[in-house]
């Protein structure tokens, strides 16, 4: 994966470290594809499709920024649908929720809930202003049979979802209705309002790069009555010496 860049100068010429690996007959068509016209920048990231989309969204909000072309004066709200209900773990190669195991998959494709997972379309939505995540939410599953099909993709056996989310399973058994929500911060909100680029200047009480408060010196000491309250036991380790 990378980033690579051309310029297009007089002529049609691709200035760029990989002009050398493109024929002419692929050049010709690069600037027809893309339009390319005198001092034309193209930026390309080569990689996964998340990091791909992540590296550029970045990029171009930058130079959004930098070359002034984002209206300061204005304020663009979006919303964000249709987010995939499930990833692929490359890591532990099984499937991952995008948010969490109880979002409700979009009716329209549910038909590939159990021929192909990664098809499915989640009912979760995101508040966008002016590039930046205001609120996020969702629509919950309210039936038993949805859950546990749902864990199921997860790798959860029957065992393992009684004692994780059993509770949870009983009060779908008895009946929920639909139902969802959204969760909205006010504080990053409150950083576009004042046109401020870190939401640290708004956060009443903000925390240094190694976590600590300043207003309230927190974390503190704590007693082993403290611990002993709230069931704690702090392990002792021996450091080893060399002999």
């Known amino acids: 994966g990378g980033l690579i860049w051309i310029k297009a100068e007089e002529n049609q010429v691709l200035n760029s470290p990989i002009s050398k690996f493109l024929s002419p007959e692929e050049r010709e068509n690069l600037i027809k594809f893309l339009k390319l016209k005198e001092k034309n920048l193209v930026l390309i990231v080569a990689d996964e499709f998340i990091k ?37 773990d490359e890591k532990e190669k099984r499937l991952s929720p995008t948010h969490h195991p109880f979002t409700r998959p979009s009716d329209e494709t549910l038909k590939y809930l159990k021929s192909d997972p990664l098809k499915l379309n989640s009912l979760a939505y995101d508040i966008v202003l002016n590039g930046n995540e205001l609120g996020g939410g969702s629509i919950r599953i309210n039936t038993i049979e949805l859950q ?48 401020l680029e870190s939401i640290r200047e708004v956060i009443a009480f903000p925390k240094t790069q190694s976590a600590v408060d300043i207003m309230t010196e927190s974390p503190s000491p704590v007693t082993e009555q403290q611990l002993n309250e709230v069931n704690i036991r702090l392990a002792k380790f021996k450091k080893e010496t060399e002999e």
């Open 52 to 88: 791909t989309c992540t590296t550029l969204g970045a990029i171009r909000s930058y130079l959004g920024s930098r070359l002034n072309l984002i209206g300061e004066e204005e304020f663009k709200f979006t919303w964000i649908v249709d987010f995939p209900l499930f990833e692929w």
């Open 148 to 195: 546990k099909e749902i864990f199921k993709l997860l790798g959860f056996d029957t065992k393992r979802m009684e004692e994780n989310f059993g509770f949870l399973l009983r009060a779908l058994e008895y009946g929920a209705p639909p139902h969802g929500g959204i969760a909205l911060g006010l504080d990053r909100l409150i950083m576009l309002i004042g046109r």
